[in-house]
């Protein structure tokens, strides 16, 4: 599959190898495990599939379709956008697996009217077990795997 092209399988496996790869799975049916390998890589989510960025500077658009993806951005800086607008919002919480904050990964909200300021108003982020709860207009959007909610700090957020 070349790159740019829209992924449309359900229940497959889809490696990419390394290089930079743009990977589009938000109209699939779902149910995919998506492996990208090495590279400064772009995905698109979509609904219920498994999602490895591996090693490099990834950016991963959760934002749209039902959700209830599980994402690894690997080693790198990865940037996982949450929200793709104010209106359009996943209907499940996805899920990443490894976010890390000493490696730069940053939670986004793009396209949206969320800023810092609204913290608590119009999104917030709580302490749910061992994990935190990323939520905005009254739903949870991102499950972030073995983070304590009180290390989380602005500089781990990115509004546009």
Do not use: C, H, K
């Not at 740019?4 to 990977?23: A, C, E, H, K, Y």
């Not at 979509?46 to 500077?57: F, K, P, S």
């Not at 934002?63 to 949450?82: E, H, P, R, Y």
Request: hydrophobic share 40%; proline share 1%; charged share 15%.
């Amino acid at each position: 599959m070349r790159d740019g092209r829209q992924f449309i399988g359900n229940n497959q496996i889809l490696n990419t190898g390394s290089g930079n790869d743009t990977v589009n799975v938000r109209f699939a049916v779902g149910g995919n495990n998506i492996r990208t390998a090495s590279g400064n890589d772009i995905v698109y989510a979509g609904t219920n599939n498994r999602i490895d960025t591996g090693a490099g500077d990834d950016i991963l658009f959760l934002g749209s379709a039902s959700g209830n993806n599980i994402v690894t951005g690997g080693s790198g800086q990865d940037l996982f956008w949450i929200t793709e607008n104010d209106a359009l919002l996943p209907a499940n919480t996805n899920i990443i697996a490894d976010y890390r904050a000493n490696q730069g990964d940053l939670i986004g909200f793009f396209s949206t009217s969320l800023s810092w300021d609204s913290l608590g108003t119009d999104w917030d982020y709580r302490q749910a077990g061992a994990n935190t709860i990323i939520e905005a207009f009254g739903q949870d959007m991102a499950i972030l795997n073995g983070i304590n909610a009180s290390t989380l700090t602005q500089a781990n957020f990115i509004f546009n």
